[in-house]
DNA sequence: TATTTGTTCGCACGAATTGCTAATTAGAAA
DNA sequence: TTTCTAATTAGCAATTCGTGCGAACAAATA
């Protein structure tokens, strides 16, 4: 995680001002390790700093991103996600939570595509869909619904 | 790809009707190797099919979802897009045009994620970020434009 | 034929995110 | 330190992608 002066640096580099607004959001997301949400992040801001906007922080989200300190995750259910995490990494998600984790997959570059000969390929991403400890626990026979909606979906849906 | 028949009696073993809209869609869906959106499906059964609603659309798309019969793929990039292929495969995403292809990868099961140990996993999907060739060759200084968007971002937005 | 069950369709609604712009501010320059 | 101005914020309208709901239809059943 960048120190303040190094934001304040790296602000500077790409022609912006750090203002109070950034440095309270780019230190939340690095207080987060649950992948928040933009709406999430509005909320922790407004408790700390009432009166911040919505827009804002979807600006200084999309700002971050843009320079490359911040990483998008976008696996559906609805909204995107935001890891400050730069190192190598992927993702597992439980399939009836939601909940986002880091993982770390050894492996992983020498994976070859077939049937993208055509592609310079510059990044893979890896996803693990699976269910995690609590929920397994809470998952009674509620299974059963047969017409109950695919986790995709419902994640789409609920909110 | 299910014949005709097959199809009806998927349908009709699922409590369901193999209506002309739903024979279409899911014609057109075999017919498409885009991984279509519902709009582009939609625009596309318009024209065969005058006056079907997009909602039918979205309808029947969420239920070849739910009885396996379709994937979603929600790779960022605004729509969720379809893919009708059931095999075991992945995609690589232009991250210029937007294209998703299918590819093979092999290895992809002896991936273990360290870091999630308390999850049972059930699927794993690898998502290659690159460019096409196409996009490659009209990649012209342009990339200069140092405040441009990032892809990611332009997806999202780009409709 | 009457009834039940499943479908389609259109419209309203909802969530997530972006567009626009007037008012404000950070921070370089004087 | 004050000045100056490009950058930024706030907030509301507008958009995009879907879903909920109810009425009109259609098809299978009794």
Redesign the pocket.
Known sequence: MLSPTDL?AK??SN????????KLIFQLLHENEMHP???LLFAEASAQMP??????V???L?ELVEMGELQMIDIGG???RFDPNLGDHHHVVCVDCGQIRDVHVSGVSALRPSGAEDFVISEVGVVFQGVCSSCEKSRVKTVKSSRAKSPA?QA??S?
């Not at 022609?15 to 950034?22: E, H, I, S, V």
């Not at 009166?51 to 804002?56: D, N, P």
């Open positions: 304040a602000y500077r022609g912006r001002k750090l203002t109070p607004q950034r949400t933009a709406e009166g911040i906007s919505l827009r804002t979807y600006q200084t999309s609805g909204a995107t979906l789409k849906s909110k």
